[in-house]
């Protein structure tokens, strides 16, 4: 099946400590999506691609960095990790075009920080 | 811009009842209308969504989501709850031409037995 893959599903880092999480997909779709998840909330949008082009939003702290070297990989870096980083962490597709196809989500990396 | 409410963060209802979740969207063209579940620990999975053509949508697991203009709303029912159905329920609006989604605030459902 077609889907979303993102590894690992939890993540323990450290303070300060960069930390890399990554996402692919076997569905061919232009658009990735990261966002971040805290306990009872929506899921945040941090930074999205379409194709090779880069789409911060303009709230999304600087420590937070993306690379989608190819269509099916994209990963989310954080430089330096603070206690208010832990969250848990959903990377999304979509074919893009006008907005009337879905989203796909994978199930997530909860992330840690000692 | 754009805002989607969800009216209730948290609703309960008994095993076999109907199950009611709001969602009203701010916007003079309707945008594109989605529901996604999410269990714990998991990603978003999508319930149902609305595009054009038919205003009442019916998705997975038995839910169901009757869009009207007039109230600018996308509520989503599911006429007998079931255990399973506990989750986290988020509204989500594509407007026009985007691909963006903005999501509402979320549901909490409660199924008590």
């Known amino acids: 099946d077609a889907m979303v893959i993102q590894n690992p599903r939890y993540q323990v880092t450290q303070f300060g400590k960069p930390v890399t999480l990554s996402c692919s997909q076997t569905l061919n779709h232009n658009v990735m999506y990261w966002y971040q998840q805290k306990s009872s909330q929506a899921p945040k949008l941090l930074f999205h691609?379409?194709?090779?082009?880069?789409?911060n939003e303009a709230d999304t702290p600087d420590n937070f960095q993306s690379r989608r070297p190819n269509t099916s990989f994209c990963f989310l870096d954080i430089r330096s990790p603070g206690l208010g980083d832990a969250a848990m962490y959903l990377c999304?597709?979509?074919?893009?075009?006008?907005?009337?196809?879905?989203?796909?989500f994978g199930d997530g990396t909860r992330l840690s920080i000692l | 811009a754009q805002s989607v409410t969800q009216l209730g963060s948290h609703v309960s209802v008994s095993e076999g009842a109907l199950v009611l979740l709001r969602c009203n969207y701010s916007s003079s063209v309707p945008p594109y209308l989605f529901w996604y579940v999410q269990y714990p620990n998991q990603g978003l999975q999508l319930l149902l969504k609305?595009?054009?053509?038919?205003?009442l949508v019916k998705g997975i697991n038995g839910f169901e989501a009757e869009f009207k203009k007039s109230e600018t709303s996308f509520h989503l029912t599911k006429p007998s709850a079931h255990m399973s159905d506990a989750a986290e329920y988020f509204c989500a609006v594509n407007p026009l031409g985007t691909y963006k989604y903005i999501f509402g605030t979320g549901t909490r459902l409660k199924v008590l037995a």
């Open positions: 609305y595009t054009t053509g038919a205003t």
């Open positions: 691609y379409y194709d090779k082009d880069f789409n």
């Open positions: 999304a597709t979509s074919s893009g075009g006008q907005g009337n196809q879905p989203q796909h």
